[in-house]
């Protein structure tokens, strides 16, 4: 507890000294002796630096604080008067002064009137813009480190954006979109200097004709430039090198340029650093975008049979990623026309990971226990390209015909030295994705309130893998005296799809929502699964080979109507699915036409202008895929095995979901609760047959099973002492049946509970801090119960000692609460000292990550079946010297 209770001390020592302000109060008043509201009330230091801003109340009055001491200027400002600038001097702290402003009305010419205002946050419609200088607090680098910073918008340690409890759809600059839903790769390399203001568009629609139309509830993110940099050339480079660390470096570049007709923005990055600088590759090449117009195949993919386990503990990117990775992305925007925008996207990345792990599992059901020990050292090489073109042509002002076509080849090489009891084995993996996909849509807002869109997609991908071990450990399933063993698998998607969608809205606000189609995919698997010794085929052994087409033809239409009735919204949707599925195995053929109807209500309610209720109930049918229905037994694992039910199924659940909130968006005091109810009247399960050197897994269809969520959390902005407060608590509830080892049907029930705060501060002085703590709670009871409580508690400082000179300063502290005491706790800590040669021009940095050199990380988990301690190789101490020039 050393350590921590270091930081500790130092976090309540400057926490108690921001009690020591001075506090200036007045009132901003018209000549006519009259209140001004919403007036601008600016304190600035000598440098015209803005240290403290506010606004007047109902009444004209006002109220700030400061810490700080020497000669400032008070401005007061409103719309229609001129502004009025007061100098004072603050040579003690706790003072108290009461300054009050009375302002003259402006008379302008209105040939001539150009009004510019610089509110750290302004409303204009569904639009909340927040001016990025307002909110800089001296040690941002690239537009992440801004965006952490705004009030209401959160960023997880992957760098996904959500407001609320919401993902962003995209980030934008000046108004054109690159990434869609990958835009980390814009958000954690930008660099924020060029960012003038940062728009969260509410109410979002990704199609423009839908516009005012559409029901959306979905927001998005528009970064507006300066217009310094604006149609010109600029970017930065950051050359980073190991000091006192052996090999380390760390290098990226990017080069942008955004004007009116063309927008350019180019990046490239190598490091060994354990940085992602693309975030998650997968939400760029496949954007997901749950039932809105023009949508049709987001959701089909393909899923690969295996991986080798390269699961990592839940820990910053950067601690347990020993990478060696290098990537380039070029993408532009071509406005050819006033008609005509054409986007190409182009990435490449390669990546070299090593993976090292140790655990121990302690199985026990019924009767049969053992214990099973893995000693894994791995290693994976991946190649990623991804190209992508977007077409969009506006026929006219409301018709608009869209092209996108991609096409993504990613080749992964695994290999690994398992250690599995003391045998030794080798596996090696190869495995790669062929992805070509090609969308079009047509919208026409024939009228003013109705729209038609027509999409079509084709879509074609594969997934195949050669998987090998140089051990044979299933001495107890097979008779052969092999030595290896050796699969190869495919799985191949051909996915054709149509949608017409009609939207027409009333003058009373109703909504009437109609769309039909037809969605045809096919799947091919193909699995071969062998025993060898040294080279030689000894057998392909029955009942582990598949040879499969499973063709399914959708036939649909769904009509929704929403009525609008005062503060209330009702609408209710019927969706009826006429299903053609074709199973081809081995040469026998199966089929089935089943026809189903998807029901769903829901009702909205507005209280008040700060409280809002959703709900909605729904009866949901689902066919099975792929993997639910092959008929031999597949290798998922070097020990396990895995195999679906051989027939056709269409499984039954319902579910309600109630969601209140509190506040808006930029609101001092904001609240949500989510609550989701799902029951499954039959449910995909499972029958196990576990020993100590095989798992295998065959699929059973079980009666009801429950899962309840509940998710809440607030976030109050306390202006008097400029801290931003978050609280979070979560619950999953889920019971469901399974067998195992020919045991009768048993009942499994799993809980888990988190509930956690955070604290921001918005100071603009010396020192900020951002505080936080999380306490997870997991439990699985079967006929006994286990569970365990962990927690990670953080403490960041950032120290602002001159405009030049600043440090940042991350502790984290990990709990373990069923772990030995010597190994259930885990202490980090990263530094990093910058010191501004030319400010936007040069800068020098030290930084050191992990400097307790912490070097093995082990954390604990429960199943209903096992219990197993992990122990990760982490990402050993360095010392970088960094060097940051921007052009």
Partial sequence: MGRINYFLALFLIFNFSIYSQTKILGQVRSELNEGIISSSVLLKDGNNKIIFYTFTGNTGKYSLTTDKLGSFVLTASAVGFEPKTIEIIIEKINELKTIDFILSPKVIALKEVIL?????????????????????????????DLLKKIPGINIDANGTIKIGNQEVEKVMIDGDDMFEKGYKILTKNMPVNPIENVELLQNYSNNKHLKGIENSNKVALNLTLKEDYKRAWFGNTTLAYGFLSENRYDIKASLMNFGKKYKYYFLTNLNNVGYDATGDINHLIRPYRFDEPGSIGDNQSVRTLLGLGYDTPNLKQRRVNLNNAEMLSLNSIFTLSDKIKFKTLGFLN????????????????????????????GRKIQLTGFGKVDL????????????SGKFNKTNDKSRSNLSF???LLNERLNANNQLFDQKVVFTNRFENNKVFLISGRYINEKTPQSYSVNQFIFNELFIENANNTKQFSENKMQF????????????NGDLLEIKMGNQLRIDDLNTRFELLENEINLAFPNGYQNNLTYASNDLYVSAKYRFKLKNFTLFTQSDFHQLFNELKNFQAKVSQNPFFVVPKIGLDWKISQKNKMTSSYSYNTTNSGILDVYSGFVQTGFRSFSKGLEEFNQLNASSAVLNYTYGNWGDKFFANTFILYSKNNDFFSSSSLIAQNFSQTEKIIVKDREFLSVSSELDYYVKKVKNNFKAKFGLSEINFKNIVNNSELREVKNLNVDYGFEVRSGFKGFFNYHIGSKWTYNQVKTSVQNGFTNNMTFLDFSFMINNKFNIQAQTERYFFGDLDNKKSQYYFLDVEARYVVKENKLTFMLSGNNLFNTETFRNYNISDISISQTEYKLMPRYVLLKMEYRF
């Fill in 116 to 144: 510019e205002t610089k509110r750290p946050i302004t409303f204009k419609n569904d639009t909340i813009i927040f001016n990025a200088d307002s909110f800089k607090q001296g040690n941002e680098q690239t537009v992440e």
């Fill in 421 to 423: 009891n003391n045998d």
């Fill in 350 to 377: 390669t990546d070299e990971v090593d993976f090292f792990r140790k655990s121990l599992q302690s199985f026990s059901v019924g009767n049969t226990s053992f214990r099973n020990t893995e000693d894994f050292v």
């Fill in 496 to 507: 054709a799809g149509v949608e017409v969608h009609l939207l027409d809205k009333k003058k």
């Fill in 392 to 403: 969009n042509y506006d026929i006219s002002k409301t018709k608009t015909f869209e092209y």
